[in-house]
């Protein structure tokens, strides 16, 4: 089987994250290690980047890199789970984390 990357998505895959996020480019690039102007060169798919640009990428947005390059995550439960956290400001994320563990247990008492 063969695995082709549209480098065109990839682009617009990391500024529809990046906008989801409330990320200026500024920010995510700082995030990220890497210069403004790279970011918007990667964005527009004027240039290509390493695997560690798209680690920094990746870890700057808490999204798999898996995702980045092929718009899915490794299990379908991850993209439904990935998809609502992402909606959360990460000053949030540990409430949110605590009522997914609450509801867990609820679950699993019943």
Do not use: C, P
């Amino acid at each position: 089987m063969k695995i082709t990357l549209n480098d065109k998505e990839i682009g617009t895959r990391i500024m529809d994250l990046r906008k989801d996020k409330g990320y200026s480019r500024e920010k995510l690039a700082e995030l990220a290690g890497i210069s403004s102007k790279f970011l918007y060169e990667i964005e527009i798919r004027k240039t290509g980047f390493s695997v560690n640009t798209l680690r920094g990428i990746s870890q700057a947005l808490d999204i798999s890199s898996d995702y980045i390059l092929f718009g899915k995550s490794n299990s379908k439960s991850e993209e439904r789970i990935a998809k609502v956290t992402g909606k959360f400001e990460i000053n949030t994320l540990n409430i949110v984390e605590d009522l997914l563990n609450v509801a867990y247990e609820l679950s699993h008492n019943n």
